[in-house]
């Protein structure tokens, strides 16, 4: 009996699912940062500072993604002296990205720059094939809190490539708000016929979302595992899981009881000090790496939805592959690093989760691999590698990549 059910269970996994390639379509590696603020909302820079620092340190693209409001219309910022836009800052943009480009007037004994629309923005940055902005939103709601004490806690969406502006959602929940939010995303690529995505923003930041709010995300299917932001609580508590721990929970939640399939990880700097490092959010701590046919908003949206992508704080890969009832992910190496490979996932007993989020296998080579036992609900991998990161969110991190979490074929 024990040899039959082994027999059915290596036939399962070797119908494991490889992710679709789009109909035959070369990919590349595309790098980009899904979450970054400007003086559109409370980032201390014009919005060419980031677009600058993001295209000169090998990005392809780069989401603007304000507290409610898209880079676009007609605005003013004022200059002050203990302000986030001090003349020094005005000149040194003059320096930098030339005279013709700072636009500055004096209302009503007030000094004041016009900050570029995104539009602005597109014909002096982009470069086809290159550099590609894409309009991006940070949804920024909030819900009542019982508590005690009764208070407002977050719920931040970010929305990538809007067209409009959208309200953050309403809600009596964490969950209300978040769904109400992320649906309004899904909502406008449906009516204006063009991708969007939505992604659940650092969950833990003023402890606004729990694991179970997490997992109940219904319209889409991404969430910040990794965000460079100092304040946002990444790591948990005592009393909180950490967001990779909550991605564990979460997806065991997701696939066993509430049925929502999948939940995707991406790592983003949430960026908002752009002039003077203040080491709480400066560009460059988390990005993702997405495997799409061209550096379109279309192409990067499409690779996403479909989990072909990794998130990385550091760490570089050359192919994920699974197929054959196998998970292979081959190390982009650096001379002199080592990695180490852990696969994690839940295993199942008698239909019940019985391991949540447990290492099912190490590897320190490339490629490494997992071979599927089949009692798996879902498995993903994290490479770790020896080096430390030159800007960590936490003293120690070393360089890591979050890779996306697959499941057998047709369970999803
Ligand atoms: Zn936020
Ligand atoms: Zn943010």
Same mark, same amino acid.
């Given at each position: 009996?024990?040899?039959?059910?082994?027999?059915?269970?290596?036939?399962?996994?070797?119908?494991?699912?490889?992710?679709?390639?789009?109909?035959?379509?070369?990919?590349?590696?595309?790098?980009?940062?899904?979450?970054?603020?400007?003086?559109?909302?409370? !980032?201390?820079? %014009?919005? /060419? @500072?980031?677009? =600058?620092?993001?295209?000169?340190?090998?990005? &392809?693209?780069?989401? $603007?993604?304000?507290?409610?409001?898209?880079?676009?219309?007609?605005?003013?910022?004022?200059?002050?002296?203990?302000?986030?836009?001090?003349?020094?800052?005005?000149?040194?943009?003059?320096?930098?990205?030339?005279?013709?480009?700072?636009?500055?007037?004096?209302?009503?004994?007030?000094?004041?720059?016009?900050?570029?629309?995104?539009?602005?923005?597109?014909?002096?940055?982009?470069?086809?094939?290159?550099?590609?902005?894409?309009?991006?939103?940070?949804?920024?709601?909030?819900?009542?809190?019982?508590?005690?004490?009764?208070?407002?806690?977050?719920?931040?969406?970010?929305?990538?490539?809007?067209?409009?502006?959208?309200?953050?959602?309403? !809600?009596?929940? %964490?969950? /209300? @708000?978040?769904? =109400?939010?992320?649906?309004?995303?899904?909502? &406008?690529?449906?009516? $204006?016929?063009?991708?969007?995505?939505?992604?659940?923003?650092?969950?833990?930041?003023?402890?606004?979302?729990?694991?179970?709010?997490?997992?109940?995300?219904?319209?889409?299917?991404?969430?910040?595992?990794?965000?460079?932001?100092?304040?946002?609580?990444?790591?948990?508590?005592?009393?909180?899981?950490?967001?990779?721990?909550?991605?564990?929970?979460?997806?065991?939640?997701?696939?066993?009881?509430?049925?929502?399939?999948?939940?995707?990880?991406?790592?983003?700097?949430?960026?908002?000090?752009?002039?003077?490092?203040?080491?709480?959010?400066?560009?460059?701590?988390?990005?993702?790496?997405?495997?799409?046919?061209?550096?379109?908003?279309?192409?990067?949206?499409?690779?996403?939805?479909?989990?072909?992508?990794?998130?990385?704080?550091?760490?570089?890969?050359?192919?994920?592959?699974?197929?054959?009832?196998?998970?292979?992910?081959?190390?982009?190496?650096?001379?002199?690093?080592?990695?180490?490979?852990?696969?994690?996932?839940?295993?199942?007993?008698?239909?019940?989760?019985?391991?949540?989020?447990?290492?099912?296998?190490?590897?320190?080579?490339?490629?490494?691999?997992?071979?599927?036992?089949?009692?798996?609900?879902?498995?993903?991998?994290?490479?770790?590698?020896?080096?430390?990161?030159?800007?960590?969110?936490?003293?120690?991190?070393?360089?890591?990549?979050?890779?996306?979490?697959?499941?057998?074929?047709?369970?999803?």
């Amino acid at each position: 009996m024990q040899r039959v059910l082994c027999l059915v269970l290596v036939l399962a996994v070797a119908c494991l699912a490889s992710r679709p390639d789009p109909r035959g379509e070369e990919l590349r590696w595309l790098r980009g940062n899904t979450h970054t603020h400007t003086l559109w909302s409370d !980032g201390d820079a %014009a919005p /060419e @500072v980031p677009a =600058a620092w993001y295209r000169e340190h090998g990005y &392809q693209f780069l989401v $603007l993604s304000d507290h409610n409001v898209l880079s676009a219309g007609e605005r003013w910022f004022p200059v002050d002296a203990t302000g986030r836009l001090t003349p020094e800052r005005v000149d040194a943009l003059r320096e930098r990205f030339g005279d013709e480009t700072v636009e500055v007037r004096e209302r009503e004994g007030v000094r004041e720059m016009r900050l570029h629309t995104l539009e602005e923005l597109r014909s002096r940055f982009e470069v086809p094939g290159e550099f590609l902005f894409i309009q991006g939103e940070e949804i920024t709601g909030s819900f009542r809190s019982p508590g005690p004490p009764a208070r407002n806690l977050p719920v931040h969406v970010n929305g990538m490539n809007l067209a409009e502006l959208i309200k953050p959602g309403k !809600g009596t929940s %964490a969950r /209300e @708000v978040m769904n =109400a939010s992320v649906d309004a995303v899904i909502e &406008q690529g449906q009516r $204006l016929g063009r991708p969007t995505l939505a992604h659940i923003n650092h969950p833990n930041f003023g402890w606004g979302l729990t694991w179970e709010d997490v997992a109940a995300v219904v319209g889409d299917r991404f969430f910040e595992v990794y965000n460079g932001h100092r304040g946002v609580r990444s790591l948990g508590d005592a009393e909180h899981l950490s967001t990779e721990e909550m991605w564990d929970h979460a997806l065991t939640l997701r696939l066993t009881e509430l049925d929502l399939g999948l939940l995707y990880g991406v790592a983003t700097d949430d960026a908002h000090s752009h002039w003077i490092p203040d080491q709480v959010s400066i560009p460059g701590r988390g990005w993702v790496m997405v495997h799409a046919a061209a550096l379109e908003a279309g192409a990067i949206i499409e690779a996403m939805k479909r989990g072909d992508f990794y998130a990385s704080s550091g760490v570089a890969l050359e192919a994920v592959d699974v197929r054959d009832g196998r998970y292979v992910v081959r190390i982009d190496r650096e001379q002199g690093v080592q990695y180490t490979t852990r696969f994690i996932g839940t295993r199942m007993k008698d239909g019940q989760p019985a391991e949540i989020g447990v290492e099912l296998g190490t590897s320190t080579t490339s490629p490494a691999s997992y071979t599927f036992l089949g009692d798996e609900l879902y498995v993903r991998a994290v490479v770790v590698s020896s080096k430390l990161h030159p800007d960590p969110y936490a003293e120690g991190d070393f360089e890591t990549a979050w890779l996306q979490p697959v499941r057998p074929a047709g369970l999803d």
